[in-house]
């Protein structure tokens, strides 16, 4: 059973940083990719990042590319993402998804365990 853990939100000013991270647990040495998707209050959960554990795919959404960075620490089993040049529209709960299945990155069914969510508010 894998665990993720999120940690790294908080209350930042337009234009700010923040840098999350998502530990997981129980993966062992099985192929595996992580993603990062939000969901801001009233509206779906979306994607935002993604990367292959394995071989270091990457893939951002539009709306992130040039402002945010995903990346991991093989040796910690921890998955980061760097977000910066933030925007009120950034505003969301952030969550942290694994899976060792196919399909598209984008899509939320295709994981299958999340983590419990971490709250970021960009203040204009």
């Known amino acids: 059973q894998v665990q993720l853990v999120e940690s790294g939100g908080g209350l930042v000013q337009a234009g700010g940083s923040l840098r999350l991270s998502c530990a997981a647990s129980?993966?062992?040495?099985?192929?595996?990719?992580v993603a990062w998707f939000r969901q801001a209050p009233g509206k779906e959960r979306v994607f935002v990042a993604y990367i292959d554990w394995s071989d270091g795919r990457i893939f951002y959404a539009d709306s992130v590319k040039g402002r945010f960075t995903i990346s991991r620490d093989n040796a910690k089993n921890t998955v980061y993402l760097q977000m910066n040049t933030l925007k009120p529209e950034d505003t969301a709960v952030y969550y942290c998804?694994?899976?060792?299945?196919?399909?598209?990155?984008?899509?939320?069914?295709?994981?299958?365990?999340w983590g419990q969510g971490t709250q970021v508010t960009v203040s204009s």
């Open positions: 129980g993966r062992g040495n099985s192929n595996y990719a």
């Open positions: 998804a694994g899976r060792s299945k196919n399909g598209a990155v984008w899509v939320a069914r295709f994981y299958d365990y």
